[in-house]
């Protein structure tokens, strides 16, 4: 069965500094893997996917991941924050051996960026 | 695009009453979505159409909650005899078939609360 681990409730981080935003799954085949956003009172929203090909992937709003398959880790950056980032962020994972459509979530982190 | 649309937006019910949500995905999209989501967790896979078909259902979908989705086109999702477990936001999600079917749209979800 797959899972994600979000080890950390909030990361907290300043204005113009880079974010990490930590994220490790288990899937038994290859894992296809995404990060979401999720602002208040709104919708969950795509940021970016690995499915295949480069381990660094470039999404929305100047985010970015890196898949590292020996570590099992898909962490969510940002060279430079904005207080607008501010959010609760999920990782998912996806079997892509299982066959199945199911997203696993994790339990999100929430992202503070002050001014 | 109009986005995903979900009614209502908040429903209140007494424990023991049924209730009805509806679900409007991207008018383009095949793929249809149903998740919930508790407070502090990431949201939890419920069910999952190709068209009118239901493909995958999720064994935290109890005999009680029925999921339709007639004409591959609007979804309902029914909660029998609720009861004070089953307050949660309800979301659904969209997505085309094909290369782009990994990046979900998601609504802005239906909270539920049982009394």
């Known amino acids: 069965a797959q899972s994600v681990a979000q080890p950390e409730d909030q990361v907290n981080v300043a204005e113009g500094n880079p974010l990490t935003v930590k994220c490790t799954y288990s899937?038994?085949?290859?894992?296809?893997l995404f990060w979401y956003v999720q602002y208040p009172n709104r919708g969950l929203q795509f940021l970016l996917k690995?499915?295949?090909?480069?381990?660094l992937v470039k999404g929305s709003y100047g985010f970015e991941a890196e898949f590292n398959k020996s570590q099992t880790s898909f962490h969510l950056k940002k060279p430079s924050a904005l207080v607008s980032d501010s959010a609760l962020y999920f990782c998912?994972?996806?079997?892509?051996?299982?066959?199945?459509?199911?997203?696993?979530f994790g339990t999100g982190t929430r992202l503070l960026v002050s001014p | 695009d109009t986005g995903v649309s979900q009614n209502p937006r908040h429903k209140i019910t007494k424990r023991g009453q049924n209730v009805t949500f509806r679900c409007d995905p991207i008018s383009e999209h095949n793929r249809l979505y149903w998740y919930r989501q508790t407070l502090g967790q990431g949201p939890e896979f419920l069910t999952y159409f190709q068209n009118e078909a239901q493909l995958e259902k999720s064994r935290l979908l109890s005999d009680r909650f029925s999921a339709e989705r007639p004409k591959g086109s609007f979804s309902t999702l029914e909660i029998q005899r609720t009861e004070q477990g089953d307050s949660a936001m309800y979301l659904c999600?969209?997505?085309?078939?094909?290369?782009?079917?990994?990046?979900?749209?998601f609504g802005s979800g239906t909270q539920l609360s049982v009394l």
């Open positions: 999600a969209s997505s085309l078939g094909g290369s782009d079917n990994e990046k979900l749209f």
């Open positions: 690995y499915i295949t090909g480069d381990n």
């Open positions: 998912a994972v996806r079997d892509a051996a299982a066959g199945f459509q199911k997203l696993v």
């Open positions: 899937v038994s085949g290859n894992p296809y």
